[in-house]
């Protein structure tokens, strides 16, 4: 099971060797020199002059394959800050209403990450980076669609806060400056839905590429404004796929159950009578059934997760448990040896041999 550790303000904390927030005095910061330097001299920032700033390119956070909508651009920070606040303190996605502390940690993360690539140029103060309100609900609105949508208020930081705080005689906010260290995320598939688009994105050890988690990520437009935007989307929603997964089992389980009037049975003595008809066993498929990836994209993680001279080629999609993967083998030469799977919305790999029974042996 893994081990939730909490962010505290006196000292260094990593979660399984690979996250790590350090609480920094000013003129100590682990953030680059270069942005450090610029919020000296600058209170506030400008977010058209931010976005002349050095953007992302896809190619740092997502497959080549995946086609990102027009504008994605800086959202890949707002979608990191989210899912390292949920992997590091076990908590979700914000709502009104709930423990503040959720809220503005992921401000400070954001924060952080924004300076780190010079988007930002905040006053530090000690431990903190200031803000005013025009900054904060900037940010705020690209990490929860209830705030840009006017439907949620920006929650007070509480006095016991150690992520933030607010001087109501000078309207600022201050939040607490940090890393996220080797932690990184890897945007493996996008596709459109009703309200925007689902991004079902992995977090990785940016040194090592090992898997930490999958998520779907909900993302919607922001309304168009004059003058360039910092953030054209907006999240809507940050879940685990294992959860997804889970939910969506328990939903079937409970359907499966309630007799409905196409039900063939009938109930004599309050038992059931089945006329012998046999159900149909299809698989349950990983993801909800919507979050799937194509063959290229589950080759393309394959490849990464065995290197470039591995040699692979498709033979089918197998069933293991109630669950899908499709199935490449690999290459030795001339002789084919084990096969590595890829489950259908990207949330799992593994390699292993197939039995003479049908039944599979997966490497530790």
Same mark, same amino acid.
């Given at each position: 099971?893994? *081990?939730?550790?909490? $962010?505290?303000?006196?000292?260094?904390?990593?979660?399984?060797?690979?996250?790590? $927030?350090?609480?920094?005095?000013?003129?100590?910061?682990?953030?680059?020199?270069?942005?450090?330097?610029?919020?000296?001299?600058?209170?506030?920032?400008?977010?058209?002059?931010?976005?002349?700033?050095? !953007?992302?390119?896809?190619?740092?956070?997502?497959?080549?394959?995946?086609?990102?909508?027009?504008?994605?651009?800086?959202?890949?920070?707002?979608?990191?800050?989210?899912?390292?606040?949920?992997?590091?303190?076990?908590?979700?996605?914000?709502?009104?209403?709930?423990?503040?502390?959720?809220? $503005?940690?992921?401000?400070?993360?954001?924060?952080?990450?924004?300076?780190?690539?010079?988007?930002?140029?905040?006053?530090?103060?000690?431990?903190?980076?200031?803000?005013?309100?025009?900054?904060?609900?900037?940010?705020?609105?690209?990490?929860?669609?209830?705030?840009? *949508?006017?439907?949620?208020?920006?929650?007070?930081?509480?006095?016991?806060?150690?992520?933030?705080?607010?001087?109501?005689?000078?309207?600022?906010?201050?939040?607490?400056?940090?890393?996220?260290?080797?932690?990184?995320? %890897?945007?493996?598939? %996008?596709?459109?839905?009703?309200?925007?688009? *689902?991004?079902?994105?992995?977090?990785?050890?940016?040194?090592?590429?090992? !898997?930490?988690?999958?998520? !779907?990520? *909900?993302?919607?437009?922001?309304?168009?404004?004059?003058?360039?935007?910092?953030?054209?989307?907006?999240?809507?929603?940050?879940?685990?796929?294992?959860?997804?997964?889970?939910?969506?089992?328990?939903?079937?389980?409970?359907?499966?159950?309630?007799?409905?009037?196409?039900?063939?049975? @009938?109930?004599?003595?309050?038992?059931?009578?089945?006329?012998?008809?046999?159900?149909?066993?299809?698989?349950?498929?990983?993801?909800?059934? @919507?979050?799937?990836?194509?063959?290229?994209?589950?080759?393309?993680?394959?490849?990464?997760?065995?290197?470039? @001279?591995?040699?692979?080629?498709?033979?089918?999609?197998?069933?293991?448990? @109630?669950?899908?993967?499709?199935?490449?083998?690999?290459?030795?030469?001339?002789?084919?040896?084990?096969?590595?799977?890829? %489950?259908?919305?990207?949330?799992?790999?593994?390699?292993?041999?197939?039995?003479?029974?049908?039944? $599979?042996?997966?490497?530790?």
């Amino acid at each position: 099971m893994k *081990k939730i550790f909490r $962010w505290r303000r006196s000292g260094v904390i990593c979660v399984a060797g690979m996250l790590t $927030w350090t609480m920094c005095a000013c003129g100590s910061s682990d953030l680059s020199d270069s942005a450090s330097e610029a919020a000296s001299t600058q209170d506030t920032y400008d977010s058209e002059e931010a976005l002349t700033r050095s !953007q992302p390119s896809a190619a740092d956070y997502s497959l080549d394959t995946v086609v990102l909508p027009e504008g994605f651009e800086s959202m890949n920070y707002p979608i990191e800050a989210l899912i390292v606040e949920q992997y590091s303190q076990g908590i979700p996605y914000y709502k009104e209403g709930e423990d503040s502390q959720s809220f $503005w940690f992921s401000m400070a993360v954001l924060s952080s990450l924004l300076q780190e690539h010079e988007l930002v140029s905040p006053v530090l103060d000690e431990q903190y980076s200031i803000y005013g309100d025009e900054e904060i609900s900037t940010m705020a609105a690209a990490l929860y669609s209830s705030f840009m *949508k006017g439907e949620m208020d920006l929650p007070d930081p509480e006095d016991s806060d150690p992520y933030a705080f607010f001087d109501e005689e000078l309207q600022e906010y201050g939040l607490l400056n940090g890393n996220v260290g080797n932690l990184s995320i %890897c945007i493996t598939a %996008c596709q459109a839905d009703e309200n925007g688009y *689902k991004l079902t994105t992995q977090l990785l050890d940016g040194e090592t590429g090992e !898997q930490m988690d999958v998520y !779907q990520v *909900k993302i919607e437009l922001q309304p168009a404004e004059e003058g360039e935007q910092l953030f054209a989307y907006t999240v809507s929603d940050v879940c685990p796929l294992s959860e997804l997964r889970d939910s969506e089992q328990d939903r079937e389980e409970e359907e499966e159950q309630e007799p409905t009037a196409e039900s063939d049975f @009938d109930l004599i003595d309050g038992e059931e009578v089945t006329d012998g008809v046999e159900e149909d066993e299809t698989p349950y498929v990983m993801g909800m059934n @919507d979050v799937i990836i194509s063959e290229t994209d589950a080759l393309d993680m394959a490849q990464a997760y065995l290197g470039e @001279d591995a040699r692979l080629t498709y033979r089918r999609m197998v069933d293991i448990g @109630d669950y899908q993967y499709y199935d490449f083998s690999i290459s030795e030469g001339e002789t084919a040896s084990t096969d590595i799977l890829v %489950c259908l919305d990207g949330s799992d790999l593994v390699t292993g041999v197939q039995n003479e029974d049908g039944s $599979w042996s997966f490497d530790q």
